[in-house]
């Protein structure tokens, strides 16, 4: 079942890389206490995401923060090291934490899993952009193609604001 606006997210958690290497944040960890921009991408560096998604969350980084948002995440269906490198490459201002779903637990557990085994790409996670206040979902964007980047992009959840 799609989490939908008003529910809270699961308990799940997420690999992150630190200092001392890869290690654990929990949906508290990301989300307790405070408003959160969430996008999900389907993977790191794929066209679309790398040369689309990414650059619209970060270009609206600043614009997001400036109406209340306090963190600014990105999750992927990718293992840790994949999004440390990913992160390395386009994210230089440090602006968004880079979420790592390798096993796709948090993904299913919202129901925003989809099956892109035909292009050998396995279970990834839908696009979608999605506003946490405390835990519980208030805005859910979720693309209806995986391909585009409208209703998920940084844009469009800064308008929601």
Known sequence: MTIKVGDRLPEAKFRVMTADGPAWKTTDDV?????VALFAAPGAYTGVCHRQHLPSIIGSADALKAKGVQSIAVVTVNDVFVQDAWKRDIDPKNQVEFLADGNADFTKAVGLDIDMTAGGLGVRSKRYSMLVSN??????????NPGTVEKSAGGALLKQL
């Open 31 to 35: 989300f307790k206490g405070k408003l």
């Open 135 to 144: 835990g519980v979902v208030k805005e859910l964007n979720i693309e209806d």
